[in-house]
């Protein structure tokens, strides 16, 4: 039990210290989830979700990102970028 509190402690205390990227890790864990399932089931709806997540988390990234102290291009601006192309991808092969 004593390692499930201290657990538990350590994401209460994340997401006090810094909501939005703790809102991130969460929207970018759910996209992992339903691909997951996507994966399984080939239901479209699990896919769309999972875009919906990566393309809401990247954006959220790129405007925190930005608006921090050190605006200069880093490793985060270039996997947000690369996540929304594939999701915008991704979300235009399931139109067709």
Do not use: C, D
């Not at 759910?30 to 393309?55: C, P, R």
């Not at 988390?57 to 102290?69: A, D, T």
């Amino acid at each position: 039990m004593r390692p499930w509190q201290y657990w538990l402690n350590t994401v209460i205390l994340s997401s006090q210290q810094n909501p939005p990227r703790f809102v991130e890790l969460v929207m970018l864990t759910l996209a992992i989830i339903f691909i997951g399932l996507w994966g399984v089931t080939l239901q479209w709806q699990y896919l769309t979700l999972s875009l919906s997540y990566g393309i809401g988390s990247s954006f959220s990234i790129l405007v925190r990102e930005s608006m921090g102290p050190r605006p200069q291009f880093q490793w985060t601006h270039l996997t947000a970028l690369l996540l929304l192309v594939i999701s915008f991808y991704s979300f235009a092969e399931l139109i067709k």
